[in-house]
């Protein structure tokens, strides 16, 4: 309907001013805010998120974005805020390819049953909004740091140079949720409870937060620095521990 803007062709397209025409009383992405209701991005798409001609990106009003194709996140000074009710449905690839934020105000939540992957950048990418991964979240370099919390069934698969942080809000890793991989899962905010089917990992690092392990878990190298490990699982250090702050707690083994 004249309400949806549907992207296709198979084209690379870049969210400027250049691009996105208005349909429906929208100006380009970096002008005005996306209102309601949808936005479809269609599998042979690629979507470009750039600084373009500094501009700040919303997503706002209840909006919808449902990306079945690729965004590329390359900003590294003008952000994506999810504002208002508003929601980003990846069923596709987002690629973060830089140290970016995507910031938030009001209710919000970013869907994943696609492939959430940070990709560039050596630093921290932040994701402020609430996430529930029910696809795979692939960090490649750097660190990605959820702050918002989630419910998650999918996957976590941090490669050697890269970290998974939950850094805020309540995690709860359920049924189907996996953690595995050479990289870094960290906690330094909130709480997470994981319940899933596995744990294996390289590095788990605590820093702040609570991390509760329901099932039987296992990391090569643990550091607690501060926050607490709880739960009812085992868990088991098969390489070399650090112990310089924070709490082991509850009926569980480590």
Sequence with gaps: GADILYYRLGMDRDLDDTIIKEISRMRAWNRKPIHPPQTIIDSATVVNVTDGSNYYKYL????TIDNNGTINYSATTYYLHIYNGSTLNNAGTFNLQSDLAIQVSGPNAFNNTGTLRKSGGTG???????LNNNGTVDVTSGVLSLNGGGTH????TPTLAGTVNLGGGTHNAGPGSTFSGTGTIGFSAGTTTIGGASYAVNTTSISGATANFNINASTAIFNLTSGEIGGSGTFTVTGSASWS???MRGPGTT
């Design 60 to 63: 706002d009003q209840t909006r």
């Design 124 to 130: 921290t990418s932040t994701l402020f909004c609430v």
């Design 153 to 156: 069934s999918g996957a976590f």
């Design 245 to 247: 702050g924070g709490t």
